[in-house]
């Protein structure tokens, strides 16, 4: 069996690191397709000896991210005389994938997709690479508890509508269904995937349920970054800084203010006092502005205590 695999990784590095490693092993030949000024992608396949080619084909005629385009800018690297799959760079392949494809009755005439498992962000995936639940296990099982289970595609109230298999993972032989393109005339990254597959109709779109990824995320939600990237970075998150009891302070008032409250800007004409220990039940002093009029509520009081 030959397998080639194209991948579109556009400011997704931080992703990709994490599924390349697994990925790359897997295939006969593999092409990341970037842009020109995503270098942090270009270092990342550098790195792994993997072919990637920087273009600016997505943004051609101002489009937002023609990623049907970047497909092609791939596609055209390839032999394309195997198979070919069509993977997200978010997508991380269980390392027996290839082993189990190889011994499937494949239709070279068919369009094939497969499950993913939703990992829901950065410290879950860590325990799964610390600790890593078998997907296929025994020859026999599939399991499909790590994680839940992603959405599928499927226009069952369509006429000739029924299963589609997405952009995360299309499989399919160029030779045998005579499908060497992707369509590239949808300037957003959605629903260029559901035309390329509708391109086979229903009785040659297959879910291979044998096969099950797992769709590693920093942000829950469908469409964050179909018109380019937008979410947070995946990664560990930052520790929030301490701050201190006037920094506190200031931000209250701030969130006050546009809530439309406005405190007495009457400079107190009181000796100033240093700390909050010295302010009497129930006052804040703030500098240049004079005290804020009303009492405060005791869950404030607290707040501002720390």
Known sequence: MKLEAVIVCVNYSDFLAHTLPSTRNQFDKLVVV?????????????YYNVECVQTDVFYENGDAF???????????????????????????????TRSI?????????????????????????????D???????????????????GVR???????????????????WNPVGSG??????????ADRTDVLHCKKWPR??????????????????????????RKTPMFGPKASLPTLSWL????????????CGYKPNRKISKEAKKESPSELEQGEIKVIGAGPIEGPLDESLEEWLRG
């Open 247 to 258: 920094d506190k302070l200031f931000l209250f008032l701030d969130k006050l203010s546009k």
């Open 66 to 96: 023609n990623k049907g385009k970047g497909i092609n800018a791939g596609l055209e690297r390839l032999d394309l005389d195997g198979w070919v799959l069509h993977l997200d760079s978010d997508i991380y392949l269980p390392p027996q």
């Open 179 to 188: 499908v060497s393109q992707y369509p590239s005339k949808h300037g957003f």
């Open 153 to 171: 595609i499927a226009e069952y109230k369509t006429w000739q509508g029924g299963y589609e298999p997405i952009g995360y993972f299309q499989m």
């Open 203 to 228: 009785e040659k779109r297959e879910l291979l349920p044998e096969i099950v990824v797992i769709h590693i995320e920093s942000e829950a939600g469908i469409g964050l970054n179909w018109k380019g």
């Open 34 to 46: 970037t842009d020109s000024k995503d270098n942090d992608t270009k270092k990342l396949c550098e």
């Open 101 to 129: 494809l190889e011994n499937l009755p494949l239709d070279k005439e068919k369009i094939y997709g497969a499950d993913r498992l939703m990992c829901p962000g950065y410290e879950d995936w860590i325990k799964f690479v």
């Open 131 to 149: 600790k890593p639940s078998p997907i296929q296990d025994s020859w026999i099982f599939i399991h499909l508890d790590r994680y839940p289970v």
